[in-house]
């Protein structure tokens, strides 16, 4: 079996997500020279800045090592993503006003109570969407995050689903550093686009409030857009590889 299609893929998908990187890096850095923003003041603005500072350097890092052929030792990484958009999306909400004054306090804030926040959320634009006369919000926003991050927590308490990921039974050994699995790769290339997707969304929508809502109409949607199209081209390739349409003898 060649691994050659999949690690193709992995590539061109790395090298899209950097992009995309790219981008958001730059709107960043170039809001906190033109806005001459204070790093040291106790204002909201100031920790959303830094808290998608703080999002867009974990996924360098989640790519720098799935560049180097990492796999289920990225997971950490991942989490920490998870959780540092989730505070985001809660420090740059108007309505929760307890939960930044914490952050800019030094103070712990614990996943449980962003994601109660960002229910909270969920249930106000509901609430906009019935008034009017739309269909409301159909997920339970606050237990799809609690899910998700559960799957990613069994890495941090090394669980034995994912410590098994490291295994190669035949081989009677552990796999140490990079896989050498392409089909393996391709897995968590795949897996780290939608987790960026997700910092593209955050990231994107912090910097709306940054750079005033024309932003979001301008610039982030379009990039949206083209984000979208990977991800179903993705869906695509990985639904193949399921069924035993793609990759194959060579």
Known sequence: MSQEPDERIVQESL???????????????????????????????????????????LSRTLL??????????A???????????????????????????????DQQVKQSEVRAAEQREADRISKQMQEAGLEPLAHHVEELSRVIYRRMSKAAHHQRSVV?????????????GPDPRGERRLEFAVFAGSLLQEVLIKVG??????????????????????????????????????????GGEQ
């Not at 490291?166 to 009677?172: F, G, K, L, Q, T």
Request: aromatic residues 10%.
């Open 15 to 57: 090298a899209f997500y950097g992009q995309t990187l790219d981008w958001l890096e730059a709107h960043h850095a170039d809001y906190a020279v033109k806005a001459e923003l204070d790093l040291g003041a106790d204002e909201r603005l100031n920790a959303v800045w830094k808290l998608s500072g703080q999002s867009l350097s």
């Open 64 to 73: 720098a090592l799935l560049a180097d052929g990492y796999t289920s030792q």
């Open 75 to 105: 997971w950490p990484v991942m989490r920490a993503i998870h959780e540092a958009n989730r505070l985001l999306g809660a420090v740059a909400d108007s309505e929760e006003e307890q939960i930044v004054r914490r952050w800019l306090a």
């Open 164 to 176: 098994d990921e490291a295994v190669d039974a035949e081989a009677r050994t552990m796999i140490y």
């Open 205 to 246: 929508d912090a910097l709306s409030l940054l750079w005033g809502p024309p932003f979001y109409r301008d610039h982030l949607t379009p990039m949206l857009e083209r984000y979208q199209k990977m991800m179903d081209a993705l869906e695509i390739i990985e639904t193949a590889r399921r069924l035993g349409l793609a």
